[in-house]
């Protein structure tokens, strides 16, 4: 008798594999080391870990070591400001065909990015955005991938991380979403091309990613059709996804997408887009618009992997303990299932939060400690 490890249920969740189990994990950058943390993993909550198979197209949406490209002909520049509301990181890129600048607020607990304000806030923007994209340098990671694959062991998994798929990309890192979905709506030529140049070079960085040792690629693109339209998301998402689905698969990669926001719109296309997992899934008390019910419903060949809504985690814990089983209660007991903490939870519940999931997934009796 084999012992079923963490990262054992963990795969067969993403690969939305035929089983009764339900298994839980956590972004690594939400679990610190602590007491808490020790027990959540001893009742079985998994790490969920990330890097990138590829250095990342510039502008990088985070300055950490592997997201960084170097910029054939340009020059990035870095500064740290501080301002009324707390430090502020200004972002330069100066290029032959112009200069661009992005500023940024870093949440001090989670790490999380906001931009204050975008690259392209103009028709110009576009264009030395285009430099920077085309003149981009890529270089994969896959021995680093290894060897936090490694390190990792049984105790959870690695995410392969790509770019946001291009659109994603613009709408949420690069552009004022008002303009830019101004710009597309109205076919601006410089916003088109911008966004032709960046499918280019991210079907080029697909092609590199095959070959990373991970069985999972991750694109955190967090899809919402309040911003990414129908036709939007018809015209330059799924064709991307459904390339993108069948590179990986031919390599025997599961195709992991974060779509955390509001999906009923999109449901036909995304059960169409060859994605393997729609992961960080919102249930309705986080503001989506789907049970985890009908989505397992709605897609029946593709994972879903919710996302804990950080809002209970602020309630009592026989009120979450409840309401977790309540949501599990209505899922597919035939395909394996992972809740997941994948979004910022308020610090001062976290550690709470993370040991009643834990728990309950625990007292459930669905995860199996030994099979044949």
């Given at each position: 008798?084999?012992r079923?490890t963490?990262r054992q249920?963990?795969?067969?969740?993403?690969?939305?594999?035929?089983?009764a189990?339900?298994?839980?994990?956590?972004?690594?950058?939400y679990?610190?080391?602590?007491?808490?943390?020790?027990?959540a993993?001893?009742?079985g909550m998994?790490?969920?870990?990330?890097?990138?198979?590829?250095?990342?197209?510039?502008?990088?949406?985070?300055?950490?070591?592997?997201?960084?490209?170097?910029?054939?002909?340009?020059?990035l520049?870095i500064?740290h400001?501080?301002?009324?509301?707390?430090p502020?990181?200004?972002r330069?890129y100066?290029?032959?065909?112009?200069?661009?600048?992005?500023?940024?607020?870093?949440?001090?607990?989670?790490?999380?990015?906001?931009?204050?304000r975008?690259?392209?806030?103009?028709?110009?923007?576009?264009?030395?955005?285009?430099?920077?994209?085309?003149?981009?340098?890529?270089?994969?990671?896959h021995?680093?991938?290894?060897?936090?694959?490694?390190?990792?062991?049984?105790?959870?998994v690695?995410?392969?991380?790509?770019?946001?798929?291009p659109?994603?990309?613009?709408?949420?890192e690069?552009?004022?979403?008002?303009?830019?979905?101004?710009?597309?709506?109205?076919?601006?030529?410089?916003?088109?091309?911008?966004?032709?140049?960046?499918?280019?070079?991210?079907?080029?960085?697909?092609g590199?990613?095959?070959?990373?040792?991970?069985?999972?690629?991750?694109?955190?693109?967090?899809?919402?059709?309040?911003?990414?339209?129908?036709?939007?998301f018809?015209?330059?998402?799924?064709?991307?996804?459904?390339?993108n689905?069948?590179?990986?698969?031919?390599?025997?990669?599961?195709?992991?997408?974060?779509?955390d926001?509001r999906?009923?719109?999109?449901?036909?296309?995304?059960?169409?887009?060859?994605i393997?997992?729609?992961?960080?899934?919102?249930?309705?008390?986080?503001?989506?618009?789907?049970?985890?019910?009908?989505?397992?419903?709605?897609w029946?060949?593709?994972?879903?992997?919710?996302?804990?809504?950080?809002?209970?985690?602020?309630?009592?814990?026989?009120?979450?303990?409840?309401r977790l089983?309540?949501?599990?209660?209505?899922?597919?007991?035939?395909?394996?299932l992972?809740?997941?903490?994948?979004?910022?939870?308020?610090?001062?519940h976290?550690?709470?939060?993370?040991?009643?999931?834990?728990r309950?997934?625990?007292?459930?009796g669905e995860?199996?400690?030994?099979?044949?």
């Amino acid at each position: 008798m084999a012992r079923v490890t963490h990262r054992q249920r963990m795969l067969a969740a993403y690969r939305n594999a035929p089983s009764a189990d339900v298994c839980t994990g956590i972004y690594t950058r939400y679990l610190p080391r602590s007491e808490a943390e020790r027990e959540a993993r001893n009742n079985g909550m998994g790490v969920i870990d990330f890097y990138p198979a590829v250095s990342l197209l510039a502008p990088p949406w985070h300055t950490h070591a592997g997201y960084l490209s170097e910029v054939r002909g340009a020059s990035l520049r870095i500064e740290h400001l501080w301002e009324t509301d707390g430090p502020v990181e200004v972002r330069t890129y100066e290029t032959p065909a112009g200069k661009v600048s992005q500023r940024i607020q870093r949440d001090p607990s989670y790490g999380s990015d906001w931009v204050g304000r975008h690259y392209v806030n103009g028709p110009d923007d576009y264009k030395a955005l285009r430099y920077i994209v085309e003149n981009t340098v890529f270089v994969p990671h896959h021995e680093t991938v290894r060897q936090r694959l490694s390190d990792i062991g049984n105790d959870g998994v690695v995410l392969a991380r790509l770019d946001r798929s291009p659109f994603q990309k613009l709408l949420v890192e690069l552009a004022d979403p008002q303009r830019f979905l101004m710009d597309v709506t109205t076919g601006e030529s410089a916003a088109l091309s911008l966004l032709e140049a960046i499918r280019e070079r991210l079907t080029e960085q697909a092609g590199l990613a095959v070959d990373t040792p991970a069985q999972l690629v991750w694109q955190p693109d967090n899809v919402t059709a309040d911003m990414t339209s129908p036709q939007f998301f018809k015209t330059y998402c799924l064709p991307f996804y459904q390339e993108n689905a069948t590179r990986f698969h031919e390599r025997g990669k599961a195709y992991v997408v974060h779509m955390d926001g509001r999906l009923a719109p999109l449901k036909e296309m995304i059960a169409e887009s060859g994605i393997d997992a729609v992961e960080s899934f919102s249930l309705p008390d986080m503001g989506g618009d789907m049970s985890l019910h009908e989505a397992q419903k709605t897609w029946p060949g593709q994972a879903v992997l919710p996302n804990l809504p950080s809002a209970w985690c602020e309630r009592g814990n026989t009120w979450i303990t409840e309401r977790l089983k309540g949501m599990l209660s209505e899922r597919n007991p035939g395909r394996a299932l992972m809740v997941q903490i994948s979004e910022d939870i308020p610090t001062e519940h976290w550690q709470r939060a993370c040991m009643l999931l834990a728990r309950v997934a625990a007292e459930l009796g669905e995860a199996r400690d030994d099979v044949d």
